[in-house]
C-alpha cells in the first residue's frame, strides 16, 4: 500500500498543545498557558511526530531482529557467551576516528569547512585534534557542565544553580491527546499481554543495588541524584588549592585566586535536559507551560569586575588549544 504523507491533514502543534495536566503531586502556582509559546500554524503536531517515531521505531525492530540472528550464529560458532565482537562497537568506533584522523592531518589536510573557517586565525590545528569542553548549555551531558568543575571563590562563595524542580517523575499524557474509539491505539496494543512478569532485573545501576528503605534503586533517579549531589558539593570540595604540577602546571607557578565570586544566569532549563526521551527539564515554579519540556537553554556563567579569576579544571586536558564563547554587555 502506498500513500502520500499530507502534513496539513495532522493536528498542528498550535492547535494540539498542552501545557498542564492535573496530577495529585503537584499544582503549579503561576497560571499555565493555553499552549506553548512559539508555535506556529506550520510547525507539526503530535500525531505526526507519533507517525515519524513509529517509522524508526519499525527501522530499529527490523535492525534488532537483524542483530539476533548475527548473536546465534555468533553462539553458534564460537560458543557461548557471546563475544563480545559480536555486539560492541567500540572497535568499530576507533576504527572510523583513526580513519578520519589519518584523512585530515594527510590527504584532507585543510579540507574541512573547520579548517577554512579557522586557517586566518592559525587556529586550524584545533580542527584535527580531539575536543573535550564544558558547558551550561543544554541539551548536554550533565557531567560536563562548568559549575561542576568551578573553583570556590575565595570569601567562600560558591557557583550554585538559582531553579530547583518542582516536581519529578513522567508527565501525565494529556487527555485530549486519547485515542478517539473510532482509531487504533497502537500504545495499548503494545503494552497488553497475558506473559507474567520477568523474573529478571533488566535496570542498569552504577550505585547501591539498593536504597535505603530496601526498595530496589531505580538506575535513573540514582544518576540524576548523583549529579545533583556533585553539583552541589563538587564546588565544596574544590576548595583545596592547586599545587600539584600534574593538576595544573600554570598553577604551580602563578598565584592565581578566584574572586568575589560568578554567578549562572539561568535561561530556566532546570532537571535533567540531557536531551533523551526520558529527559525531565524546565519544570521551575515560574514556567507557564510545564509540559513544554523543551531541552534547549543557553545558560551562561556571568560576572563583573568583582568576580575576580574564574578558576577552571579541565578533565583530561594537558595541552592545546582553549576556546571560549564570550559575551561582553
Known amino acids: 500500500m502506498n500513500f502520500v504523507l499530507n502534513q496539513p491533514n495532522f493536528l498542528k502543534t498550535s492547535d494540539h498543545s498542552v501545557c498542564w495536566e492535573p ?8 497560571a499555565q498557558s493555553a ?13 505526526y511526530h507519533r507517525m515519524i517515531s513509529r517509522q ?19 553462539i553458534e560458532k564460537d560458543g557461548f557467551p557471546l563475544k563480545e565482537s559480536y555486539w560492541h562497537v567500540g572497535d568499530d568506533y576507533i576504527n572510523v576516528q583513526s580513519k578520519l584522523s589519518e584523512y585530515i592531518n594527510g590527504e584532507g589536510l585543510g579540507e574541512s569547512v573547520c579548517e577554512k573557517a579557522l586557517q586566518g586565525q592559525g587556529l586550524d590545528k584545533a580542527c584535527r585534534v ?9 541539551p548536554g551531558n550533565p557531567t560536563q557542565q562548568i559549575r561542576r568543575y568551578a573553583k570556590s571563590a575565595k570569601n567562600g562563595y560558591q557557583m550554585e544553580w538559582p531553579l530547583t524542580e518542582v516536581y519529578q517523575g513522567i508527565d501525565i499524557l494529556p487527555l485530549r491527546w486519547k485515542v478517539p474509539m473510532d482509531q487504533v491505539d497502537l500504545h495499548a496494543i503494545a503494552i497488553v499481554t497475558t506473559s507474567k512478569a520477568p523474573q529478571y532485573d533488566f535496570e542498569w545501576t552504577e550505585g547501591p543495588s539498593k536504597d535505603d528503605d530496601g526498595t530496589p534503586t531505580n538506575s535513573r533517579r540514582y544518576l540524576r541524584n548523583a549529579i545533583q549531589s556533585l553539583n552541589t558539593h563538587s564546588v565544596k570540595q574544590s ?27 539561568s535561561a530556566g532549563a532546570v532537571g535533567f535536559c540531557d536531551g533523551s526521551a526520558q529527559s525531565m527539564c524546565y519544570r521551575n515554579s515560574n514556567m507557564k507551560c510545564l509540559l513544554q519540556g523543551t531541552n534547549d537553554a543557553h545558560n551562561n556563567v556571568v ?4 568576580s575576580g579569576w ?16 564570550i559575551e561582553v554587555s
Do not use: C
Not at 23 to 30: A, K, L, W
Not at 35 to 47: E, I, N, R, V
Not at 241 to 261: K, L, S
Not at 303 to 306: H, Q, V
Open 239 to 265: 576548595l583545596k588549592a592547586t599545587t600539584e604540577v600534574e593538576q595544573n602546571r600554570i598553577m604551580a607557578t602563578d598565584d592565581v585566586v578566584p574572586g568575589i565570586g560568578w554567578g549562572i544566569l
Open 23 to 30: 496530577r495529585s503531586d503537584y499544582t503549579p502556582t503561576v
Open 303 to 306: 560576572g563583573n569586575g568583582l
Open 56 to 74: 524508526d521505531v519499525y527501522l530499529f525492530l527490523k535492525a534488532f531482529d537483524k542483530a539476533f540472528e548475527l548473536w546465534e550464529e555468533g
Open 130 to 138: 580531539r575536543m573535550r569542553a564544558m558547558t551550561e548549555w543544554t
Open 310 to 325: 574564574l578558576v577552571l579544571t579541565l578533565p583530561k586536558v594537558s595541552e592545546g588549544f582553549v576556546f571560549m564563547k
Open 35 to 47: 499552549g506553548a509559546d512559539g508555535t506556529a500554524s506550520w510547525h507539526p503536531g503530535d500525531k
